[in-house]
């Protein structure tokens, strides 16, 4: 928990994903809201559902939990030229929900909690061996890359090595502090755009 100082607010921070899901969710999904907040709050239990069960390890569930965090909040407000405030159609929410939720495929997932269950999908996807991280500050690769694991990613780029960063941007197009890129394979960065 923190006090905003500026505001006086008090924000509580949960990163659990189970009291998110089995608690936070049901406890919301109950009140009524009365403004524009409803929109956002809709988004963000199919973004909690996705991460809680395993839709966000398969593309197409990556591809739309990105898209609600592009969308909610306040960069459904944005001005900015060429961003994209169009919120994920409900073709595409429905047709991730028509797939066998990753994390309940295998029945000795059953009973299970999150981190459980993320640590067995990452082994079955050869996490133990690594993931190849290659790794852009600007539209240069930085030296020693691509890296065999992100812990190695991250102490190239200064970061501590239980830090969840190349694990939450790669793959994604978002650049981390204004100018890191993390890839899982090499990319071809257009200097034309960036400009």
Avoid at 132 to 152: C, G, L, Q, W
Avoid at 166 to 172: A, E, G, H, K, N
Wanted: aromatic share 12%.
């Amino acid at each position: 928990m923190s006090t905003n100082k500026a505001t006086d607010v008090l924000s509580l921070v949960i990163i659990n994903i189970d009291t998110l899901y089995d608690q936070i969710l049901p406890f919301f999904s109950a009140l009524c809201f009365y403004s524009r907040k409803q929109i956002d709050f809709k988004y963000w239990a199919i973004a909690v559902k996705l991460h809680k069960l395993g839709y966000i390890y398969l593309p197409i569930g990556k591809s739309l939990f990105l898209s609600i965090a592009i969308y909610i909040n306040s960069n459904r407000y944005s001005t900015k030229k060429g961003w994209p405030n169009v919120s994920p159609s409900n073709e595409e929410i429905e047709k991730i929900f028509t797939i066998t939720p990753p994390f309940f495929r295998a029945d000795n997932s059953k009973g299970k909690n999150h981190l459980e269950r993320s640590k067995e999908i990452t082994v079955s996807r050869g996490g133990r061996l690594g993931f190849t991280v290659h790794v852009y500050k600007n539209t240069d690769e930085i030296p020693m890359s691509p890296f065999k694991t992100y812990r190695a990613a991250q102490l190239a780029i200064g970061l501590p090595v239980n830090s969840k960063i190349v694990s939450r941007y790669i793959d994604t197009g978002k650049l981390y502090i204004g100018e890191y890129l993390f890839a899982s394979s090499a990319i071809t960065i257009n200097t034309e755009e960036k400009k």
